[in-house]
Each structure stands twice: as structure tokens, then as C-alpha cells.
């Protein structure tokens, strides 16, 4: 079949999920559109796609599900038996229900997926699990998922419903939770306002940058990511005990998973 545009879509807060995709789906052409679901301002824009365009849709994997948030600006995306490659992007513990829950997302949106991903990349809050990940080993295997994924496309006539890919998981999925981290800022907070323009879900008041709303915050570390004084970071108390916790499970690294 005949793919015309390749679209890049994800929901990247701290970008591992963005880069991944990008590497995905810029393999398959050169300078995909790309839509950034992590952007507010995107949360209700609606797309719309046709049976001749490739989406590569990546998300962060939190608590072994899809981010809440982000489920809700997927819903937005509507294909018309359009295929689609799923990438559920996690921290070396475990992606569990992340890809069969996305898988029906889109499937109920229109979409086809016929393939998907699981790859790791550094953990967003212990940035020493995982570390350096992805590296050069796993973008090659990326770019090469890539052109296994062309070759699929290239000898497939009409995609129906009945080409769905085959996920792990389980359904119902496991219950949506992560650990409640909400990032403070620091005495060197210049409140220049970086981190609340950036946060995906407002959760920092433009007019007072040093502070964070825990009942919006979903613990996606973007407001530590973009500041350009390093202001804001976790409590270091609560970062230790969520390291020891992590470390029990997330000490052996973790092998990319590429289904097609």
C-alpha cells in the first residue's frame, strides 16, 4: 500500500518518548509531521487522518498504563482505517497493560495498528536506571523495527481490521496509579515562567512559577527538564525512598521489545 505522509505523534514530557518515535517514524520518511500531544494548548485539537497516511504514536509508560492525560488527547486523533505503529516507551521496570490499552484506544478511533514497541529509555525520575538509554545499540534496532515496518506496508494490498497486530497484557487493565512525586522549586527560582508555559497540564500558575499545584501536577518531571536555573526537583527524602523502592525491580536492564 501506498503511505504518503508518515505523521509523528506523542505525548513526551521529559522528550525520550519523542525522540524514540521521531527515530521511528523519520526512518520511514524523511521530516515527518509532527504533533506534540504534551503541549497544552493541543489537549483538544482534533486530527483527522486517511487510509494513505503512517501514524507512529508513542507514550511514556506510567504504573504499567497509558498516562491518563494522554488518553484522553489520543481520543482526539481520528484515522480512517489509517495505520498505525504504537510505542509504549518505559523506565526499565515493565510496560505491562501500556500497549494493549493504546492498542484499543486507536483501534476504537478508526486506526490499524501493525505494529508496535516497547522500548526503554532512562528512567524520567532515577536518572540512574537506564541511564544513557537509548543508546546507540537500541536506535539501530529502532531504525531497523523501521524498515521491517516498510516492508509490512509495502506488501500489504487492503488493511482491514482482521491485520490487527497480536499485544501483550491483559484486560481489564491493572489499576491506573503511579507514585504522587510533585517537583518544587528552589531557592535559585527566577521565576521566569519556562516551566509553567511547558507543563502539559497547567499545573504551575504563570504568575507564580514557584509554585505547583499537586491536584493538577501527574508527575511527568517536564518542569525539571526545561528549567534553565535546574530551580525545580524533587524532595530529596521522598527521591531516595522511590529510588530503593525502584532499584528492587529495575536493576537488570531491560531488552527492547518490536512487534510487527
Given at each position: 500500500m501506498?503511505?504518503?505522509?508518515?505523521?509523528?505523534?506523542?505525548?513526551?514530557?521529559?522528550?525520550?518518548?519523542?525522540?524514540?518515535?521521531?527515530?521511528?517514524?523519520s526512518e520511514i520518511q524523511h521530516s515527518p509531521k509532527q504533533i506534540d500531544l504534551s503541549i497544552y494548548d493541543n489537549r483538544e485539537t482534533s486530527y483527522s487522518f486517511s487510509s494513505h497516511e503512517l501514524v507512529v504514536l508513542g507514550v511514556p509508560v506510567y504504573g504499567g498504563r497509558v498516562p491518563a492525560d494522554a488518553t484522553k488527547r489520543i481520543h482526539n486523533l481520528h484515522g480512517n482505517n489509517t495505520p498505525i505503529v504504537l510505542v509504549a516507551v518505559y523506565g526499565n521496570r515493565e510496560f505491562e497493560d501500556a500497549l494493549i490499552e493504546l492498542k484499543d484506544i486507536v483501534v476504537s478511533n478508526g486506526f490499524i495498528p501493525v505494529a508496535a514497541a516497547a522500548p526503554v529509555a532512562q528512567h524520567s525520575v532515577i536518572h540512574s536506571i537506564a541511564a544513557g538509554r537509548p543508546n546507540a545499540q537500541d536506535i539501530q534496532q529502532a531504525r531497523d523495527f523501521s524498515k521491517?515496518?516498510?516492508?509490512?506496508?509495502?506488501?500489504?494490498?487492503?488493511?482491514?481490521?482482521?491485520?490487527?497486530?497480536?499485544?501483550?497484557?491483559?484486560?481489564?487493565?491493572?489499576?491506573?496509579?503511579?507514585?504522587?512525586?510533585?517537583?518544587?522549586?528552589?531557592?535559585?527560582?527566577?521565576?521566569?515562567?519556562?516551566?509553567?508555559?511547558?507543563?502539559?497540564?497547567?499545573?504551575?500558575?504563570?504568575?507564580?512559577?514557584?509554585?505547583?499545584?499537586?491536584?493538577?501536577?501527574?508527575?511527568?518531571?517536564?518542569?525539571?527538564?526545561?528549567?534553565?536555573?535546574?530551580?525545580?526537583?524533587?524532595?530529596?527524602?521522598?527521591?531516595?525512598?522511590?529510588?530503593?523502592?525502584?532499584?528492587?525491580?529495575?536493576?537488570?536492564?531491560?531488552?527492547?521489545?518490536?512487534?510487527?
Open positions: 501506498e503511505i504518503n505522509q508518515v505523521i509523528a505523534a506523542y505525548f513526551s514530557p521529559t522528550y525520550s518518548t519523542r525522540d524514540i518515535v521521531l527515530t521511528i517514524s521491517k515496518v516498510q516492508d509490512k506496508l509495502k506488501k500489504t494490498v487492503v488493511l482491514t481490521q482482521q491485520d490487527c497486530i497480536q499485544l501483550p497484557g491483559n484486560q481489564p487493565y491493572k489499576k491506573y496509579g503511579v507514585i504522587p512525586l510533585h517537583p518544587k522549586a528552589g531557592h535559585n527560582c527566577i521565576q521566569c515562567g519556562k516551566c509553567a508555559s511547558n507543563c502539559p497540564v497547567h499545573a504551575i500558575p504563570q504568575d507564580h512559577p514557584d509554585q505547583t499545584n499537586t491536584e493538577q501536577c501527574i508527575s511527568c518531571m517536564r518542569c525539571i527538564v526545561v528549567c534553565p536555573k535546574h530551580a525545580r526537583g524533587l524532595n530529596p527524602i521522598v527521591k531516595a525512598a522511590t529510588a530503593n523502592k525502584l532499584k528492587k525491580v529495575c536493576s537488570q536492564p531491560k531488552e527492547n521489545l518490536w512487534i510487527l
